[in-house]
């Protein structure tokens, strides 16, 4: 009796992967006269960990002695870390359970020992030399000054990828920091937001917990941050800086009156 194990991470990969890695799996098992019981599939999850809700269920259910062998489509669906795969693979031994891959057979041998080592340094070297390449273009867009990531209130994406003023976002932008500043509370605020028919960037309603988080992001003066990148002058302003840093003293000093005021009781 044999279960299916098949995994695709979440870079460039879709859930077409799946479907073609089990249909490669079946066909190994027809060739080699295993009986396909169960299929553990764990989509958009990188073998870099071992945090994969299906991969734990098939491990358990090796120890329940419910299958006598497991096919993979190909040596890095079980793991892109050589720990792991040290780990669970004499979890499997010891349970009695054999690994296959489909698309790399391995010998029973001595050379098939070492043959299997060297494909499981190559895939982790593969997995942190891919981390690392992203990383690195990751950086450089932020060096450019390009949008990345969650989108701002009051900004859009123009064509050179750079960020651009929202009309609309940036007057609800410049309300929130205005009215603060002239002295409304933050549920007073909130409270015009949502009765004006205004939305938070992913199109909720405002609270005020993003009302304190507009209010700090330094972005609306122009600031690009990125992981260790900062440039000035980066990004179009949507308020000045003397409103900016009023809005920031005020803040301060409020923060300040609460933790006086909660020394106190």
Do not use: W
């Amino acid at each position: 009796k044999a279960v299916i194990y098949a995994r695709y991470s979440s870079h460039n990969q879709r859930e077409e992967s799946i479907e073609g890695q089990l249909r490669e799996c079946h066909e190994f098992a027809d060739k080699n006269d295993l009986t396909v019981i169960a299929e553990y599939c764990d989509r958009a999850l990188s073998g870099k960990t071992d945090h994969r809700p299906e991969f734990q269920r098939m491990i358990r259910d090796s120890e329940r002695g419910h299958f006598d062998a497991v096919i993979m489509y190909t040596l890095d669906r079980f793991a892109r870390n050589r720990y792991d795969s040290a780990i669970y693979k004499a979890r499997l031994k010891r349970n009695g359970v054999k690994i296959y891959y489909a698309k790399q057979p391995m010998p029973d041998t001595p050379e098939g020992i070492i043959l299997e080592s060297v494909l499981e340094g190559y895939a982790e070297y593969y997995s942190e030399n891919l981390a690392r390449s992203i990383k690195r273009g990751l950086k450089e867009n932020a060096l450019q000054g390009l949008a990345m990531g969650t989108l701002t209130l009051g900004y859009r994406v123009g064509p050179d990828r750079h960020y651009e003023i929202d009309p609309t976002g940036a007057k609800a932008v410049r309300e929130i920091f205005t009215r603060y500043v002239d002295g409304e509370t933050s549920t007073a605020i909130v409270n015009y937001l949502n009765e004006a028919g205004f939305k938070t960037s992913r199109g909720n309603l405002f609270n005020k917990n993003s009302i304190n988080r507009i209010l700090r992001n330094d972005k609306y003066i122009g600031i690009y941050r990125f992981s260790d990148v900062v440039l000035e002058d980066a990004i179009p302003p949507i308020i000045d800086k003397e409103l900016f840093y009023q809005a920031q003293r005020k803040l301060d000093s409020t923060l300040k009156a609460r933790a006086r005021h909660k020394a106190k009781e």
